[in-house]
């Protein structure tokens, strides 16, 4: 293995060199390994994850003190920020500091937003129901959005603006707009916060990788149970009304389909991620798998691969059972990111099908001794090295909670071990 370069572009030149090499199933020179440092960084820094969120230049300032200390080859902070769902008034998230203590993670808050008698409305007109229903249910300062006549009464034009237009100066449509556009704001500052950011590291040496800022996307079964049903209220509708939630996933395979395209034009980045939630092993048999979740998944990832964009694809939970599926994708056209799956099955499985990240839990992280994690961590490098295209992570793909270390350790040694 030749010495690593030392200048900053030099590193970040070969650094890239390595991602690519495997994300095209090439054997790159040695194994490169991602560091998404979530929560660690503040106790790195000895502050709270609020002040994180709260303090982009603070945030930015801990995720270099990390990088600089464990020098992965590519590495992230915390997730998102509150602003918008605070702006809003959401309630389908909790932020350290708001609803939670300043010190504990991001969490999501799931609800049955959407009742079972939703579903003919949202079929009928998605875009209708979701503003002036579903909005109004998710987030308290747009309930006044509720009061909103047909959105497709805009066409009847000057005749809809003469009927209708009072209605934007009630306090509760003022209160919807101002919020929205605080909401836009927020979003706007931490966009910019995140363009800084990566030109920043890029500076240090370190590339942003760009399949993990594309489109967010959702297997259909998920962007229902998820945001609109509930995980109770899907796994009814799954006995109870499957036409219609069978009828529901189409629909929402063509929105994410538009929402994925336009992403990847508006920001030149043709990647979608998409996390999995309810279709691993344990969450539903093999015979619903086959007829609510991969079907549709599929069809989703094939279109996106069809128009250009790679499809990320992190499989939460244990998918074990269901690698067959998944080595029946299109060879190179996708990402998978492994969370609770055995890493060795997984590479064997998909050898020449995808890339594949994961491999370090970050239990053994937390919990294990230096010289178990070097011998894990070189067992795992060594099953990649027989056929590359694997990138060294985190199961969950961040490290809150973890001894720093154990990090250092883990990162060093996958450093330390060619891919040939």
Known sequence: MTPEPESPQQLLAARLALFDDAVALRIPERIPVVARFGGLLADLEGVTRQALY???ELAQRALENAMLRFAPDSGSGQWHTPGPSLALGDRSTRWPGHDLPPNVSFQY?????????????????????????YLPRVFSKLAGLSQLPPLSFAAFGYYAAFQHSHLFALPEMVTAFEALAEAARAQLAWLAAMADSARRLAAMGFPSLPYLRGALLEAPFDFISDTMRGMHGIFLDMRRRPDKLLAAEEKVIGIQLEVALSASRARNCPYAFFPLHRGSDGFMSLQAFERFYWPQLRAMMLQLIDAGITPVVFYEGNWEQRLPYLADLPKGKTIGMFQRSDIFQVMEALRGVMCVMGGMPVSMLSGSTPEEVRTYTRRVCQCAREGGGFIMTTDIGELEGCNPELVKVWIETTKQCAAV
Do not use: N, Q, V
């Open 54 to 56: 709260e303090d982009p």
């Open 109 to 133: 808050h799931e609800h049955e937003f959407t009742k079972p008698e939703d579903y003919d409305a949202f079929l009928t007109d998605p875009s209708d129901w979701a503003i002036r229903t």
